[in-house]
């Protein structure tokens, strides 16, 4: 049962443009998320989260959006640049456990130059 | 800082034989977490600690998995005995106490052949 779901596997850009990374979730309890980067051979590494008590939070070409009645999350990279092709990772803390993140698969950015 | 350490970064195997995965955390963190990376089950806690105490091992697979914190600066992962399934990328990951953002170390690829 994935409770965090990541329904593309890849996604592919052009240089300059808006990327979007997809993030569903099921389990209600959750109250912060965080979206993680990695490159081939390094650790993932934090990149934005966001509290449930919000629906966006901002940091520089990185934004994300909640939203909570959808169980839907959203990463937007803005402008995308060919340093962002990494695997993206969303995750997921709460339901009683404020240090337990749930992963979901990851999504494939591919920005072309 | 260093971040956090892993050791090796590679470690080949033959089935049966046991294998030792280390850790060492940032400085000052209270929490030491275990993960798991496969194709097929993407980033799955196996384990986390804090303050040197196994506070949830639900996701380690079996008894042949096992983990010890002995000190704030030191953590093992140890198979015994290894089975070509456990072919993963292994990830130590720590944090500060109530925040919600890990911080990994570059994996340890096993492989069990």
């Known amino acids: 049962d994935q409770q965090v779901k990541q329904n593309s596997p890849s996604l592919s850009v052009q240089e300059g443009r808006i990327s979007i990374l997809n993030c569903d979730y099921t389990n209600s309890m959750f109250d912060y998320f965080l979206w993680y980067k990695k490159y081939p051979a390094e650790g993932p590494t934090f990149l934005i989260s966001i509290s449930s008590i919000k629906d966006k939070n901002e940091d520089g070409r990185f934004t994300v959006f909640l939203n909570k009645s959808a169980k839907h999350l959203s990463l937007h990279i803005v402008p995308s640049q060919p340093g962002d092709s990494a695997v993206y990772f969303c995750?997921?803390?709460?339901?009683?456990?404020?240090?337990?993140?749930?992963f979901g698969k990851g999504t494939l950015l591919t920005v072309n130059p | 800082d260093a971040g956090v350490i892993q050791s090796p970064r590679h470690e080949v195997t033959e089935m049966g034989q046991e294998v030792t995965l280390r850790c060492k955390p940032i400085s000052g963190h209270d929490y030491l977490f275990w993960y798991r990376q496969t194709m097929m089950r993407g980033l799955e806690l196996l384990i986390y600690f804090n303050n040197n105490v196994p506070i949830d091992d639900s996701g380690m697979p079996e008894d042949r998995f096992s983990a010890k914190m002995p000190n704030a600066s030191f953590s093992t992962l140890k198979i015994q005995p290894s089975e070509p399934r456990d072919s993963a990328v292994y990830f130590c990951?720590?944090?500060?106490?109530?925040?919600?953002?890990?911080?990994f170390g570059p994996g340890t690829r096993l492989t069990v052949l």
């Open positions: 990951a720590s944090s500060l106490l109530e925040k919600g953002e890990q911080f």
């Open positions: 995750a997921a803390v709460g339901g009683g456990s404020n240090y337990k993140l749930t």
